[in-house]
């Protein structure tokens, strides 16, 4: 978020640094903005589906994002976030310790995602799971949920986020098969392809809020929570080097890839939830670098 500041102030000299050192600063400030609100009310961020956005407001107001109470830190900030499907306009309400109220309808840039579409599959053979893994499976889902309600004071969140693991990216977020004509569960992730056991560091600082080493689809699972709500989740790790409780600093080693639970083959899959709201990692950090 900070990298946005820097970029609305310093354009000119950032566009003559990417010509100079590559073209790393441009895909950042796709959809980032600043819409100020009042003179000292501002958001910061990715108005766009997946996006989050930094709000600054005076200490001790209240806000209301989408009809919802949220957590405003003791020196104003806050945070909110839209969903892949997330209607154009988003009521955000603000009152101010100094009486002003503020209602905004939020805009929200539609997005473009890649769906594939395949027809003539013959029917699905695959059975319904047995009671055993159906009740696993809600446990695990309950578990994950209950992670993601933490609404800690903290705002890790305000780092400017960096890659928990490098490698080629095989997967996006937002994506989506519509089998003979069934859409299936989007793809909430960014995966990135990476050999079992690369390393994964904590992309922003936080608190861990699940360490479960198999999870029936997710398998070796990690939660960290930036603070306010917003938390990262690992999937498909070979080993966990951390457990529920620590708290982790930006860069610190947290796990290795694996290819565990449910999936194709060895890749790091990273989500990010602002509660229920899922947003994109990669709206986050700068374009991958896999040299
Ligand atoms: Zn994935």
Same mark, same amino acid.
């Given at each position: 978020?900070?990298?946005?500041?820097?970029?609305?102030?310093?354009?000119? &000299?950032?566009?003559?640094? %990417?010509?100079?050192?590559?073209? =790393?600063?441009? =895909?950042?400030?796709?959809?980032?903005?600043?819409?100020?609100?009042?003179?000292?009310?501002?958001?910061?961020?990715?108005?766009?589906?997946?996006?989050?956005?930094?709000?600054?407001?005076?200490?001790? =107001?209240?806000?209301?994002?989408?009809?919802? %109470?949220?957590?405003?830190?003791?020196?104003?900030?806050?945070?909110?976030?839209?969903?892949?499907?997330?209607?154009?306009?988003?009521?955000?309400?603000?009152? #101010?310790?100094?009486?002003?109220?503020?209602?905004?309808?939020?805009?929200?840039?539609?997005?473009?995602?890649?769906?594939?579409?395949?027809?003539?599959?013959?029917?699905?053979?695959?059975?319904?799971?047995?009671?055993?893994?159906?009740?696993?499976?809600?446990?695990?889902?309950?578990?994950?949920?209950?992670?993601?309600?933490?609404?800690?004071?903290?705002?890790?969140?305000?780092?400017?986020?960096?890659?928990?693991?490098?490698?080629?990216?095989?997967?996006?977020?937002?994506?989506?098969?519509?089998?003979?004509?069934?859409?299936?569960?989007?793809?909430?992730?960014?995966?990135?392809?990476?050999?079992?056991?690369?390393?994964?560091?904590?992309?922003? =600082?936080?608190?861990?809020?699940?360490?479960?080493?198999?999870?029936?689809?997710?398998?070796?699972?990690?939660?960290?929570?930036?603070?306010?709500?917003?938390?990262?989740?690992?999937?498909?790790?070979?080993?966990?080097?951390?457990? #529920?409780?620590?708290?982790?600093?930006?860069?610190?080693?947290?796990?290795?890839?694996?290819?565990?639970?449910?999936?194709?083959?060895?890749?790091?899959?990273?989500?990010?939830? &602002?509660?229920?709201?899922?947003?994109?990692?990669?709206? &986050?950090?700068?374009?991958?670098?896999?040299?």
């Amino acid at each position: 978020m900070k990298r946005a500041i820097i970029f609305q102030y310093f354009s000119p &000299l950032i566009q003559s640094l %990417s010509l100079v050192f590559g073209l =790393s600063f441009i =895909s950042l400030n796709l959809y980032a903005e600043i819409r100020t609100l009042s003179n000292d009310i501002n958001l910061e961020g990715n108005f766009v589906q997946g996006g989050l956005v930094i709000g600054k407001t005076p200490p001790n =107001s209240r806000v209301i994002f989408d009809h919802k %109470s949220i957590r405003v830190s003791s020196n104003g900030t806050f945070i909110i976030g839209f969903n892949r499907d997330e209607p154009s306009k988003v009521n955000l309400e603000i009152s #101010t310790p100094d009486g002003r109220a503020i209602n905004e309808d939020i805009r929200v840039n539609k997005r473009q995602y890649n769906i594939q579409r395949i027809d003539g599959l013959p029917k699905s053979k695959v059975t319904p799971g047995k009671p055993e893994v159906l009740s696993r499976i809600k446990k695990e889902a309950a578990q994950a949920a209950h992670a993601r309600k933490r609404d800690d004071e903290r705002f890790d969140y305000l780092e400017s986020f960096i890659w928990p693991s490098s490698g080629r990216i095989s997967g996006v977020y937002g994506s989506q098969r519509v089998l003979n004509g069934k859409p299936k569960r989007p793809h909430f992730g960014v995966d990135v392809a990476a050999p079992i056991g690369a390393n994964v560091v904590a992309p922003a =600082s936080g608190v861990v809020t699940l360490a479960n080493p198999d999870m029936f689809y997710s398998g070796g699972t990690i939660i960290l929570d930036h603070g306010h709500g917003l938390s990262s989740t690992f999937l498909h790790l070979s080993k966990l080097l951390v457990k #529920t409780g620590d708290r982790i600093k930006q860069g610190e080693l947290i796990a290795k890839v694996g290819a565990t639970g449910r999936a194709t083959g060895a890749h790091l899959d990273w989500r990010m939830n &602002l509660f229920e709201r899922r947003v994109d990692p990669q709206l &986050l950090v700068p374009p991958m670098d896999t040299k």
